[in-house]
């Protein structure tokens, strides 16, 4: 398969070393930080109008409101269809393509797996048997969800193609390997991981902002998903700081083993003629610019977590409210999480502040907050909220990053955000992943929603 990478030739040599601190941290300062290691599990192995599928699967994911009453019932996606508006996507339908295909195969993998086995099956599952009611119960509901959003997925994007006057991929013939309920388990945790991965490696090609906007929403999602089945699956939410990318032709290979159909690599051949990217909004932001918006945030959550994990013990949130439907198995893991959670944000703050300066910025400093919380589920309750602002902050601003290796490690650390979110979601009860595409926030916006805890600066 032909594939093109134009990265040497719009990547300025000022930038090599300025993206290495960012890019080290997907293969070490981030991972396994804080006690809670294991590693993700993966698949072991014209003149055409454009779309803009911003709002395609919308549905709003809980931002910054730790006062919301939180509801254990997942929510449906709809599936709006997308319009054309202008002419620059037709480039990316190898891509959509791409995309569709792995869609496909995790819509029939839920499809599939659900009609064979029961919810009573699913819940009763050896690799659930350590966690409590609560958990066991909601597995079927939450499975269901997640098809459902995969289906959204493949529906959205076949719309979005042949809006382009491409042609879909179809769906193919497949063989998952399972044959009991935990094994289902596995396999749905391997899958969702390899679909972050896939889109994080594709996005960075991706020319058209409007399908970008909408691949990072679904990016996130699936890291969502992924957090809640390595959850069950007994594995970390968030094993690393920075999540991986994989290149089209590493995630095509690890998916034929499930495809037993014929293939045709030629729908995802992008040639050597591709339009340089998309990716800078009118007000011509700098990266600088978006890297200190950025780093801004992770002051706010690194401070947020060390100030929280420094009042409260583990006993304190291991017994907050909030918990006291789930069981032991997930309650005694809570404080684990949330200090890989504030290494993360902590190795965020480090890497940022260290890009900004060697691409000649002066990095923003942490500021003084009042976080407004003072019990243990309180703390919990804000830390849903600002998990899942940073998610549709990252979202908001990574189609204006110029640069390529910038681009590429603010995908990663977004996908990590919505790991987080989806594990505060669930233990503040609440669905991890309310949306078949994340809601993006424009930087005003976030800066606005920062500041109620920002006291001095």
Same mark, same amino acid.
Not at 271 to 282: A, C, F, I, L, S
């Given at each position: ?10 990547? &300025? ?19 396994? =930080?804080?006690? =809670?290691?294991?590693? @993700?599990?993966? $698949? ?11 709002? $395609? $699967?919308?549905?709003?994911? #809980?931002? $910054?409101?730790? @006062? ?50 029961? =919810?009573?099956?699913? !819940? ?7 966690? *409590?009611?609560?958990?066991? !119960?909601?597995? +079927? ?39 009991? +309920? ?23 090609? /991706? ?35 920075? =999540? ?28 050597? #003629? &591709? ?51 789930? *069981?032991?198995?997930? &309650? ?9 959670? %504030? ?12 890009? /900004? ?12 907050? #009042? ?34 290796? /910038? ?28 949306? *078949?595409?994340?809601? +993006?926030?424009? !930087? ?6 920062? %500041?109620?805890?920002? /006291?001095?600066?």
């Amino acid at each position: 398969m032909t594939r093109h990478d134009d990265a040497d030739g719009r990547t &300025r040599r000022k930038f090599l070393g300025a993206t290495v601190s960012l890019a080290a941290l997907g293969l070490a300062g981030c991972s396994n =930080d804080g006690g =809670d290691g294991g590693s @993700t599990d993966t $698949m072991a192995p014209t003149d055409t109008p454009t779309p803009t599928p911003e709002e $395609m $699967m919308g549905g709003a994911t #809980d931002t $910054m409101d730790p @006062t919301a009453t939180p509801t254990a019932e997942p929510t449906d996606t709809p599936t709006d269809e997308p319009t054309a508006t202008d002419a620059m996507a037709a480039p990316d339908v190898p891509l959509l393509n791409y995309a569709l295909t792995l869609e496909h195969l995790e819509n029939v993998f839920y499809r599939e797996g659900l009609d064979e086995f029961s =919810d009573s099956e699913l !819940m009763n599952a050896d690799a659930l048997s350590s966690f *409590g009611q609560t958990v066991r !119960m909601e597995v +079927p509901e939450y499975l269901r969800t997640v098809g459902a959003h995969e289906a959204a997925h493949v529906d959205a994007l076949s719309s979005t193609i042949e809006n382009l006057n491409g042609t879909p991929v179809g769906e193919g013939e497949y063989d998952f390997g399972y044959s009991t +309920p935990t094994e289902f388990l596995a396999v749905a945790q391997a899958l969702e991981n390899t679909g972050v991965s896939a889109y994080a490696g594709a996005a960075p090609q /991706v020319v058209n902002n409007d399908v970008l906007a909408a691949a990072a929403g679904i990016h996130s999602v699936e890291a969502r998903h992924a957090s809640f089945l390595n959850l069950i699956n007994g594995d970390s939410p968030y094993p690393n700081g920075v =999540d991986e990318a994989r290149s089209i032709d590493e995630v095509l290979e690890i998916a034929g083993q499930f495809v037993t159909s014929e293939v045709d690599p030629s729908v995802y051949e992008t040639g050597d #003629d &591709r339009p340089t990217h998309d990716r800078k909004v009118e007000d011509d932001t700098s990266d600088v610019n978006v890297l200190n918006y950025a780093l801004t945030l992770e002051h706010l959550e690194n401070a947020f977590y060390r100030e929280g994990l420094n009042e409260f013990s583990d006993s304190e949130l291991m017994n907050a409210d909030a918990l006291s439907e789930f *069981g032991e198995e997930l &309650r005694m893991a809570v404080p684990e999480h949330l200090k890989t959670a %504030g290494a993360h944000e902590a190795a965020h703050v480090t890497a940022l502040s260290d890009t /900004v300066e060697q691409l000649g910025g002066t990095p923003v400093e942490e500021a003084t907050y #009042d976080f407004g919380y003072s019990t243990p589920t309180e703390f919990l309750g804000v830390a849903k909220a600002l998990e899942n602002t940073g998610v549709a902050a990252y979202k908001g601003a990574a189609p204006t990053v110029s640069n390529d290796a /910038v681009f590429s490690a603010a995908i990663g650390i977004h996908s990590v955000e919505a790991r987080h979110a989806a594990l505060l979601n669930e233990v503040n009860v609440s669905s991890p992943f309310p949306a *078949g595409v994340d809601e +993006p926030m424009t !930087m005003s916006e976030v800066t606005e929603v920062a %500041g109620q805890f920002i /006291v001095e600066e």
